[in-house]
């Protein structure tokens, strides 16, 4: 397990990735980019990463600041470098997301990309359960979330044709056991658009008027797959004794 303690301001990603064809398979742990929003940067900050089995952010004490603090967990086939989504890279991810905070107003945590905007499907403190930005089609399932629940959260890209649009790419969002349907893509680039990094994320607006105010997010049990394949078996990867970077 890596742990990570935070209290100023953290390094961020190291070593970006290049758009090379790569396969969902290849993922084998995340890069942590603790602090990538720091408008609290006297908070206390700890992160526990113990990919694929468990992701654990618990930020406290915020302090004097101006509107949030964010946590990036980009996946990684190497270790050093981001994994890079293509256009015509299928991925089938999913992972239980819990969220419990002193104010759940202003919190919120799912999965994150970035590429040309922030597509985003996340669970928030409000209740809403939601999907936007990028190159994402948008949908919302409703404020469905009860904090401090596990929601398992569930993402599937189906790529089609690329510029062309003949066969449309498609996403589905899945909240528990709630689908979204497969919905098609508007973009110029008919779906993901190409070197596209991602993971999972939180983000944290500290209520002012609660000093003892938190937030704690689990990412648990994450699963990767091609839409329509089998699993990656990450649980049994990580098993093997693969070389893990730590930090303190």
Known sequence: MRTVRVSICAAGILGLGSPVLAGVENIVDVLIDARNFNDFPSSVLRIDENFPALIRVHESEFGRGRFANRHRFFFTEDLASTFVFNNQTAFDISVDVALRAGTPAGKEAGFYFDRFGEPRFIVK????VAAFDGAFPFFSFGQVYTPGEAARLRVIYTPGDGFTGLVPATIEYRFNDVSSGKLEFGNLENGMIDGTVGGFYTQFSP?????????????????????????????????????????A
């Open 125 to 128: 403190g409000n209740g809403e």
């Open 207 to 247: 209520d002012r008027a609660n000093p003892d105010d938190f937030a704690l997010v689990t990412f648990r049990r994450v699963r990767i797959a091609v839409p329509g394949g089998s699993a990656v078996s990450l649980l049994v990867v990580a098993s093997m004794g693969l070389p893990r970077r730590r930090r």
